[in-house]
């Protein structure tokens, strides 16, 4: 008998396979999109097709609701059987070696009969690639740097990229009776910027179900390992997922145990023994297995082994970490004016659905001209197109630029243009290979000018892609403590900029935050979580974020006039 995951399954491999072709993009997504609508259904799958009501279910159009009525009444799909037949076996794992296109896999299977990632190494191993034309030597070291990654696989992918994902997934586990609680562990629950793969706790007291759940879901494509308490998948995007299920009573502690880093953990263990006790004692909940140690329940966030320990025995961890809930305005916002998706009417939207009570809109300036910087008779349509807006919105609109930081600490647009603004966001765009002594200069330059402005994505790291700026951090750091100045935490997934060691070295400064989505789309206004959970990640409380504020004493709070 097939199930809605054995469908779901079939759609995700054709669209994988329709994907590897290079056949249209979206054709292959709808693919993946159906899959996963099935996963989701509420209303039995059999029923649907039965009844032909299939294509009353966003997502499923004429033809997936062909196909996916074939596969239920038949466990077969004529084209997925055709797929299957045009490409060589063993395709879908070789895609996920890095480095292997469906050129290559296609010459591997022809020349040698190449049906997997084993059949592959052991030709590396005797020497035969070399045989294959276009093969030559540089070819298969790739290759064999490409097979070891996806065997040792650490390699890291970005948080966004593993978090929706692994929240799928929890809320896919979630949904069955054997499962009492699930919470995501690991590095993914302490938000690094990087992860290696997702964790993912279960407390049941039937872990065969649990796991079985797991692998059956759709987007599982290799087991790569499983006892009675532990899987570990990979998805079809090459994620490592690792579930661990334990019984009720041991959650907490395994929950700490899971989530913090090793080192935190040992602390933790040391702390423990010292006791004369062990750190898997039963607890309810975390907060009492900390408090057993004699310790302030640490936020997941701060469970590095950075301190956190001392402060939570000493009484000094700050308890009121700024909170998603916390935030009332946001800031740093494109729109169309400059490189934006959107309009101020629509963002403005978006905002006030969010429940914000003001936002920022911050254009690029004129030396961004790649960005569409704003000219100053454009600014000024803006001020009007804004003042209309405000007319028909209750969130409030503040007038903003994100301005240039020019190669020699200026800001773009003229002081007396910048003092009519609400808010100056500056940031460097440009000219980001300077020496250490001089993006030093220019930083501390910059911060000194006259207007208040917020420093923007601080370092101008691109997560796994650019390196932070080569500065003196401390000394910029400095400047900004003595100028009128903040910083912001930088929401956008692949910046996650001021990183938390810095942000920590500012709040011992005084320095106050703005955490900030750097919005070019509407849908990149949830990137407030991943600036927030970053701000945790720094101690950083709700006392020190400016936009914590209200919409007045922000205004007040970051006037560029003085
Ligand atoms: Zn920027
Ligand atoms: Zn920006």
Request: hydrophobic content about 45%.
């Amino acid at each position: 008998m097939i199930d809605k995951s054995a469908v779901a399954r079939a759609l995700r491999e054709i669209g994988l396979y329709l994907e590897l072709k290079g056949e249209n993009r979206f054709r292959a997504r709808a693919y993946e999109t159906g899959a996963r609508v099935v996963e989701e259904l509420r209303e039995e799958l059999g029923t649907l097709v039965d009844e032909e009501r299939l294509t009353s279910v966003p997502g499923i159009g004429p033809a997936l609701a062909a196909t996916i009525a074939e596969i239920w009444s038949t466990g077969r799909s004529q084209q997925l059987e055709r797929l299957q037949k045009e490409l060589p076996p063993g395709v879908l794992e070789l895609a996920e070696v890095p480095g292997l296109g469906l050129k290559k896999i296609q010459q591997l299977w022809t020349a040698l009969g190449i049906d997997g990632v084993d059949a592959l190494k052991r030709a590396c191993a005797a020497g035969r690639l070399g045989e294959v034309k276009g093969f030559g030597a540089k070819t298969q070291q790739k290759i064999l740097d490409g097979i070891e990654r996806w065997e040792r696989r650490d390699e890291r992918v970005r948080l966004v990229d593993a978090i929706d994902d692994a929240e799928a997934i929890s809320a896919h586990l979630a949904a069955h009776p054997a499962c009492k609680r699930v919470e995501l562990a690991g590095s993914l629950r302490r938000w690094r910027e990087t992860v290696s793969d997702a964790d993912l706790l279960v407390a049941s007291d039937d872990p065969a179900a649990v796991i079985k759940r797991l692998i059956n879901y759709a987007r599982v494509t290799r087991v790569v390992d499983h006892d009675e308490r532990r899987a570990l998948v990979r998805l079809s995007n090459g994620l490592h997922v690792e579930l661990h299920v334990v019984p009720e009573a041991g959650f907490a502690t395994a929950l700490v145990r899971l989530t913090g880093s090793p080192a935190h953990v040992a602390r933790l263990e040391a702390i423990a023994r010292d006791k004369g006790g062990s750190l898997d004692v039963p607890a309810r909940d975390e907060r009492e297995v900390y408090a057993r140690l004699g310790l302030a329940y640490v936020a997941p966030e701060l469970r590095e082994d950075r301190g956190e320990i001392e402060a939570a025995l000493d009484g000094t961890l700050p308890e009121d970490l700024v909170t998603l809930a916390d935030i009332r305005g946001m800031t740093h916002c494109h729109t169309v004016y400059s490189d934006g998706k959107a309009t101020i009417e629509e963002m403005a939207r978006a905002a006030e659905a969010m429940g914000m009570e003001y936002i920022t809109i911050t254009d690029h300036s004129p030396a961004a001209h790649y960005a569409g910087g704003v000219t100053l008779d454009r600014l000024k349509q803006q001020w009007d197109e804004i003042a209309r807006v405000q007319e028909q919105v209750k969130v409030r609109l503040l007038r903003g630029t994100e301005s240039d930081i020019l190669e020699d600490g200026a800001l773009d647009y003229p002081d007396a243009v910048l003092e009519k603004l609400d808010v100056v966001i500056a940031s460097i765009h440009s000219r980001m290979k300077m020496d250490e002594a001089a993006m030093t200069r220019r930083l501390v330059n910059a911060m000194r000018q006259p207007v208040f402005k917020i420093w923007g994505h601080a370092l101008g790291r691109l997560i796994m892609r650019r390196d932070p700026f080569a500065c003196r951090v401390e000394e910029v750091l400095d400047a900004v403590a003595e100028s009128r100045a903040a910083i912001e935490i930088n929401g956008d997934p692949y910046r996650l900029d001021l990183a938390p060691e810095h942000a920590q070295a500012a709040r011992a400064r005084g320095i106050k935050f703005v955490i900030s989505t750097d919005a070019h789309s509407i849908g990149n206004l949830s990137n407030l979580r991943f600036g927030v959970h970053t701000a945790r990640r720094g101690w950083i409380r709700r006392g020190e974020v400016l936009n914590a504020l209200s919409a007045d004493e922000f205004a007040r709070a970051v006037r560029p006039a003085s």
